[in-house]
């Protein structure tokens, strides 16, 4: 399944939950991480679950938790109360590398034993950049399999308090360095291995240009969706990563254009000359229009 926009919403909030689950959103990420406190997490936890359980059945693959770190004891607590039939996912924070993953999954694969819920069916995403150990070894995520790893995304706010930067963006706005490359190990890392690659969310929640404009960027540099701070946000955000009637038509003429022209490595369209990589890329975006039921 792919995913356009994922939702944050607090897990201890029945107001905040029943609001995103309203929305358009292509996933819902229950928060048990940063968004509650460390009193309120063992009943936000029985509420999560119980969200889960009463309406993630009818909702297939749209509910998610964001659990607590790997290196914490809140995470086994978290994947523990929550494992249950009609969660989609859980979305692991501040990995030091792609072992974190590893160790969420044998936990899940546990779980799910106990729960009855056949092997594999949680998923995981990893927001693999929010820790200096993370940045640094962004390329363990391309050197094994792993069928429960759904996507990888990255993430600048958490980074730059890791790092003790007191901003991640130069002073006319545009991410620094650093996190540049940090979104580009995050391309790199899905790439490798096979999975969506996610972008980090735009904090200027007022600003629907700004986060038209930062998604479109997102969306030609190769991500497939982005996370979602407001409930205005996520209608954006899916039209940005949703092909246009333009994308459909232009994709449509290069596979007539390939399939017209048997054997031919190259083929011109429109005073253009395309190869290989382009006939790709078509395809891609066709598939894309077809899972968003895009005509």
Not at 72 to 90: E, N, R
Not at 131 to 149: C, V
Not at 218 to 243: T, Y
Request: glycine residues 8%; charged residues 20%; proline residues 4%.
């Amino acid at each position: 399944m792919i995913y356009r926009s994922f939702l944050f919403a607090p897990g201890d909030s029945d107001r905040k939950i029943e609001k995103a689950i309203a929305t358009n959103a292509d996933a819902i990420i229950l928060d048990l991480e940063d968004a509650v406190v460390a009193e309120n997490r063992p009943t936000a936890r029985t509420m999560v679950r119980n969200v889960l359980q009463n309406i993630g059945p009818t909702m297939p693959g749209r509910l998610w938790v964001r659990v607590n770190p790997v290196c914490t004891d809140d995470c086994l607590s978290d994947l523990a109360a929550i494992t249950c039939d009609g969660l989609a996912g859980v979305m692991v924070p501040k990995p030091d590398s792609a072992a974190d993953i590893d160790t969420v999954s044998a936990y899940l694969a546990a779980l799910e034993r106990k729960e009855g819920l056949a092997s594999g069916t949680v998923k995981i995403l990893s927001v693999m950049t929010e820790t200096g150990k993370g940045f640094l070894n962004a390329a363990s995520y391309g050197n094994a399999e792993r069928p429960r790893l759904s996507g990888v995304l990255w993430g600048a706010e958490d980074l730059s308090a890791a790092l003790g930067a007191s901003a991640n963006t130069d002073e006319d706005g545009a991410l620094s360095f650093t996190y540049q490359m940090a979104r580009s190990l995050c391309l790199a890392a899905a790439s490798a291995g096979e999975i969506q690659a996610i972008d980090t969310v735009y904090t200027d929640f007022k600003n629907p240009d700004g986060l038209r404009a930062n998604s479109l960027a997102a969306r030609r540099e190769g991500f497939l969706g982005k996370i979602a701070i407001h409930p205005n946000q996520v209608d954006i955000i899916n039209e940005c990563f949703s092909p246009s009637a333009a994308d459909i038509a232009h994709a449509k003429a290069v596979i007539a254009a390939f399939a017209e022209n048997p054997g031919k490595g190259t083929v011109g369209l429109n005073g253009k000359m395309l190869d290989r990589p382009h006939q790709v890329q078509a395809e891609r975006v066709l598939s894309l229009a077809e899972a968003f039921n895009i005509q």
